[in-house]
């Protein structure tokens, strides 16, 4: 969309719910959110070092039309310092667009029943698959529409967005998405998820693909789990799919609940043979990667950032309540390959990440983070990693 016609869209809509909606409900807030970061060695093939700062900025309204509809408009800019190189000359807008947009009709009761439709968030479980990747500053939204149930004892989500409409008589190029994501909330000293996804792509190699899981998660005195296992089959590119993925957490808290011990494994299936006419590798479609393979993101497009060969990822995670506003973290990660085959070896290395959060007050925080990675041969077997490399952040967070 283009800036001058999305900022337009928001003045008419910010402008149609005031005008109707005077004697409602009305809430806004806004976010901003500047991080600067560096990085050695900035690509993959070199050594060079640079560091670069972005930002966020968002703002947003809530308003109650009536007592069972909502409307929920949210938009952001988001830009590098820098890449509007005349102060004065540039004033385009060029990253301004709707981040989400949507109506909701919920109904009252013991059971809640809601439609939602329209641009939106969407965060399946613990965003193994379907996340709102928060952390990128753009995030990611969906133009879907969502109808939810949730009670007492169990929650179920129905999804069906648009991710990409070839307007043309052939239509080569659509995507869609479709997602059935339910939970038991009591189901024993846990939760219960289960769930199944279908993702297609239109195009001259065709993807129609399907995902189902479950997922089983809680906290019983002290100690939390979980365990999770996804199988995908159908169709990629061409190709016929038959990939899993297996995953498995077991944590303690101490001091109190003060501090946190963590042990972590997760194993994605990789491709043995990268030319025959099966697909074996793992699709981790809209995760937010960034909360389970390592602060320092190498591995954020899955299967390609593997090279086709799945990941084994070996975790040890911890946290420190330190200060009632200050909270440490550290993660150590040992990466392989799920398959070797082609490879001088399976390993792709070791990462170290330490994060920091501060809490200054209730709308400012600050966090501040630094992750070393100890490059091993499978990485420099695939083209993605050739020498250790460090990456660092500071980034502060306003919000209302």
């Known amino acids: 969309m283009k800036p001058t016609n999305c900022a337009a869209l928001t003045i008419v809509a910010l402008c149609s719910i005031h005008a109707h909606a005077l004697s409602?409900?009305?809430?806004?807030?806004?976010?901003?959110?500047?991080?600067?970061?560096?990085?050695?060695?900035i690509s993959v093939?070199?050594?060079?070092?640079?560091?670069?700062?972005?930002?966020?900025?968002?703002?947003h309204l809530a308003a109650q039309l009536e007592k069972n509809v909502s409307v929920f408009i949210q938009v952001q800019d988001v830009r590098m310092w820098g890449e509007e190189s005349n102060t004065l000359g540039d004033f385009s807008a060029d990253n301004f667009d709707l981040h989400q947009g949507y109506v909701e009709v919920h109904s009252n009761g013991a059971t809640r029943f809601a439609a939602r439709a329209g641009r939106q968030e969407v965060a399946f479980g613990g965003q193994r698959l379907v996340g709102a990747v928060n952390w990128a500053q753009q995030g990611r939204s969906f133009d879907a529409l969502k109808l939810s149930a949730t009670g007492d004892v169990f929650g179920l989500n129905l999804l069906a967005a648009v991710l990409a409409n070839d307007l043309t008589a052939t239509h080569d190029n659509d995507q869609y998405f479709l997602a059935a994501y339910g939970q038991l909330l009591k189901a024993g000293?846990?939760?219960?998820?289960?769930?199944?996804?279908?993702?297609?792509?239109?195009?001259?190699?065709n993807t129609d693909q399907v995902t189902l899981g479950t997922r089983f998660w809680g906290t019983k005195n002290s100690v939390s789990f979980r365990l999770e296992g996804s199988y995908q089959t159908g169709?990629?590119?061409?190709?016929?799919?038959?990939?899993?993925?297996?995953?498995a957490r077991l944590g303690t808290a101490l001091a109190g609940g003060k501090a946190s011990l963590m042990l972590w494994y997760d194993f994605l299936s990789g491709d043995d043979d990268?030319?025959?006419e099966e697909v074996k590798v793992f699709d981790t479609l809209f995760a937010t990667n960034h909360k389970f393979y390592g602060q320092a993101d190498y591995f954020l497009n899955i299967p390609a950032h593997t090279g086709g060969r799945g990941l084994q990822d070996i975790a040890l995670k911890g946290s420190l309540t330190a200060l009632p506003s200050?909270?440490?973290?550290?993660?150590?990660?040992s990466f392989h390959a799920a398959q070797s085959d082609g490879l001088s070896t399976g390993h792709f290395g070791e990462e170290i990440d330490l994060t920091a959060a501060y809490r200054y007050s209730r709308n400012l925080g600050i966090t501040a983070g630094f992750a070393y990675v100890f490059a091993a041969g499978g990485w420099a077997d695939i083209g993605r990693l050739f020498e250790n490399a460090g990456w660092s952040f500071v980034m502060v967070d306003a919000s209302f």
């Open 24 to 41: 409602q409900e009305l809430s806004f807030g806004a976010q901003l959110r500047p991080r600067y970061e560096d990085r050695q060695p």
């Open 45 to 59: 093939t070199g050594s060079e070092f640079d560091f670069w700062v972005s930002m966020r900025a968002r703002v």
């Open 189 to 205: 000293a846990g939760t219960l998820d289960f769930y199944g996804l279908y993702n297609r792509v239109d195009d001259l190699l």
């Open 235 to 247: 169709e990629r590119q061409a190709r016929e799919v038959s990939a899993f993925m297996l995953g």
């Open 274 to 276: 990268t030319m025959d």
């Open 326 to 333: 200050l909270t440490l973290r550290t993660e150590v990660h």
